[in-house]
């Protein structure tokens, strides 16, 4: 072939080459729902609506459309069925090569999902066959509902369940219809700011989603990430098998490597569409000197000095926060390396002023707490640290002779539905949410110093630490399930005002912990409130005395006898910690220690005297040498008057003078100065009871 033939065949296959690559197909993603996807709500929706998002996210190489039709039902004979209106032809003539399908919140309306439920997953398999039909070869991703708050006018009577139960089939749309599952759930969820009419996303939300669907379609989810509560010198639970948990792109191979005075450990697993993975090892024992490799997409994160042994959350409010250095009673606190602390401590301080629009802003995207990391104890690390938290971890490193964890997230004045999470109290106490800010449910101390802080309503914030959720989502979620052997608990005096609420409260917090852990036998110990002068403080601390008694796995230090008449901060914490550090030893460790002081059994009447029987009575006397106080009879009438009281063994005999007993009552002092102890000399609690 001449030269010049053989130039001209180049030429032509080059120009076919480059005419290729100019006519690369550009991949189409159908955006297919109701007025979330549409945008209703957002002010820009053409810029704004999470398909617009997408598409600046994706870049050129995607056409996104957005085929979202307010008020539409997936359910066919709904009111407005997706599959009747003009968005769904459009959609099929799109036909994507990606469709993403969010559907189902209008089915919540009472016209559509008590009647037609039976038809919901029907209906929705035929909506993705005619996808399917439209693009043989689409690519096709449902999203689990995104939320419906609770402030929706039909939340209670029906759309909370109902939502539920659209999300679970969904699920099994998904399984029957062999498509990608994604879930616009939960980072909404924790939002509730962003929804502001309860349903619709802000443009800040919608981008939330827009992120949800990238990551769907790329696999990319920002590389190899490891929760924040890994750092070097932390302490890991010996003794369970241990799950690690983070982020990577999805079919990243993330390999895990253990080694320290032990058999090396090695373990790998690929990371799901997800991005979500999780790597479970064999338990470890107590040890020192461990280095934890973790390993993936070309990132490697390595954690030095790394221990095994015993770890606690520290949680509550500010007699938990308290300090040691504001203390009266530290005494030495000597370094311990293997006494190791994990201070999260707030960026702002919920004192009585009106905080910045920083800080304003940084609440409302839950970004509360300060950047922490697992120090060493010594000399200036345990003096910011909790007081009660450094004690009862003492009395664990001293007995125990093993590394001990301790992760502080206590905040001053926090109230107890603020760390309780929102599927709960959605489901178990709905009410809480309504106007929080001006809920009776919240003390008022609480609602006003909220209210203070962010400026409302001035301001237009709503969240604060205070909120109900809030501090679930900013300080137990990040912790991603850290393994833990427990939790030890200081709070109460922003909820004393209505202590039935707190019973209920209460219970509920310790069983949302205790399944966000997956350890309904997850230890919970508690700090029963001390004295102070202030009237419902008596009631509140029998009511914790009763849930002690009810709520398994629960245990409570007395602190009346430590408290101060006239400051909600008394400054004795050690006797609290080293009592929760007695209860741990006695119920977690199996040390025969007494784990507490006198707690009420039972009160017979006998003749002209009551006979009051405890648990934990060996060796009763009192604790300053004098005779019994503060124990009180009430009559028929419900009037109550001290009688005298004398031990007899491990019983305390009443004179009843006449009276005719139906109640017995001890401490029942706002701040009291009874002084019943046992052979420990750990105080009695207050209690109030009838008589038998």
Same mark, same amino acid.
């Given at each position: ?193 962003? /929804? ?5 996303? &802000?443009?800040?939300? %919608? @981008?939330?989603?827009?992120?949800? =669907? !990238? ?68 338990? /470890? ?5 461990? &280095?934890?490799?973790? %390993? @993936?997409?070309?990132?490697?994160? =390595? !954690? ?389």
């Amino acid at each position: 072939m001449k030269r010049s033939g053989l130039l001209a065949v180049l030429l032509l296959l080059a120009g076919s080459v480059l005419s290729g690559f100019a006519q690369q197909k550009v991949v189409k993603v159908a955006c297919i729902g109701d007025s979330v996807t549409y945008g209703t709500g957002i002010e820009d929706r053409d810029n704004d609506s999470y398909p617009s998002q997408l598409q600046r996210m994706l870049g050129d190489g995607y056409e996104v459309g957005n085929f979202g039709r307010p008020g539409a039902t997936l359910l066919r004979k709904g009111h407005r069925p997706y599959m009747q209106q003009p968005e769904f032809s459009e959609a099929l003539d799109f036909a994507g090569d990606i469709a993403v399908i969010h559907l189902g919140l209008n089915d919540t309306d009472p016209r559509n999902w008590p009647n037609y439920r039976d038809d919901f997953v029907g209906d929705y398999l035929a909506l993705i066959d005619s996808v399917r039909k439209a693009n043989p070869h689409v690519r096709v991703i449902i999203a689990g509902l995104s939320p419906i708050t609770p402030k929706h006018h039909r939340f209670i009577s029906g759309t909370r369940q109902w939502h539920a139960d659209i999300r679970k089939a969904i699920e099994d749309v998904a399984r029957a219809a062999g498509t990608e599952l994604i879930d616009f759930h939960p980072e909404l969820h924790r939002r509730p700011d962003l /929804l502001p009419d309860s349903i619709h996303p &802000t443009a800040e939300g %919608a @981008g939330i989603l827009a992120s949800t =669907v !990238y990551s769907a379609i790329t696999g990319d989810h920002g590389g190899l990430q490891m929760p924040s509560v890994y750092s070097d010198g932390m302490v890991l639970q010996r003794g369970i098998p241990l799950t690690f948990r983070g982020l990577a792109d999805a079919g990243t191979e993330i390999n895990l490597t253990m080694e320290g005075p032990f058999r090396r450990i090695r373990a790998h697993t690929l990371t799901p569409a997800s991005g979500q993975w999780e790597i479970t090892v064999r338990p /470890l024992k107590a040890a020192t000197g461990i &280095t934890l490799t973790i %390993a @993936g997409g070309g990132r490697k994160l =390595v !954690y030095e000095d790394v221990a095994s042994g015993e770890v606690w959350v520290c949680s509550g409010q500010s007699n938990m926060a308290f300090m040691v250095c504001e203390s009266s009673d530290a005494g030495d606190t000597p370094a311990d390396p293997d006494l190791r602390l994990f201070d999260m401590k707030a960026r702002w301080k919920t004192d009585n002023v009106r905080w910045s629009d920083e800080a304003i802003d940084s609440v409302q995207r839950l970004e509360y707490y300060r950047p922490a990391t697992w120090k060493a104890c010594d000399g200036e690390n345990v003096r910011t640290f909790s007081a009660v938290a450094y004690h009862f971890g003492k009395m664990l490193r001293d007995s125990l002779d093993v590394p001990v964890g301790l992760i502080c997230n206590a905040i001053g004045g926090s109230t107890t539905e603020s760390w309780t999470d929102r599927k709960t109290l959605e489901r178990e106490f709905p009410a809480i949410f309504n106007n929080w800010l001006g809920n009776d449910f919240i003390q008022d101390w609480a609602r006003g110093r909220a209210a203070r802080n962010i400026g409302y309503p001035e301001s237009g914030a709503t969240r604060h630490p205070y909120e109900p959720c809030y501090l679930f989502e900013s300080g137990i979620m990040p912790l991603e399930r850290y393994p833990v052997k427990g939790v030890i608990w200081y709070q109460g005096e922003s909820n004393a005002h209505n202590p039935e609420a707190h019973e209920k409260l209460f219970t509920l917090l310790t069983d949302s912990w205790r399944a966000y852990w997956d350890n309904p036998q997850m230890p919970f110990h508690f700090v029963q409130l001390s004295s102070l002068d202030r009237p419902s403080w008596t009631w509140f601390r029998d009511s914790q005395r009763r849930l002690s008694e009810t709520i398994p796995h629960c245990g409570m230090a007395v602190s009346s006898d430590v408290g101060d008449s006239l400051d909600v901060h008394p400054r004795q914490k050690k006797p609290v910690g080293e009592r929760l550090g007695r209860i741990a030893l006695h119920n977690e460790y199996g040390f025969k220690t007494v784990p507490s002081g006198p707690l009420f059994l039972k009160a017979t009447g006998k003749k002209d005297i009551v006979i009051v029987e405890f648990t934990h009575a060996e060796g009763l006397k009192t604790s300053d040498g004098e005779a019994l106080r503060c124990f009180e009879i009430g009559d028929e009438n419900g009037i109550f008057r001290p009688v005298a009281a004398r031990i007899e063994g491990n019983k305390v005999i009443l004179e009843t003078d006449g009276m005719n007993p139906r109640h017995v009552r001890y401490a029942w002092q706002p701040f009291t100065r009874a002084n019943l102890v046992n052979g420990a000399s750990l105080p009695a609690s207050t209690f109030r009871a009838e008589i038998e």
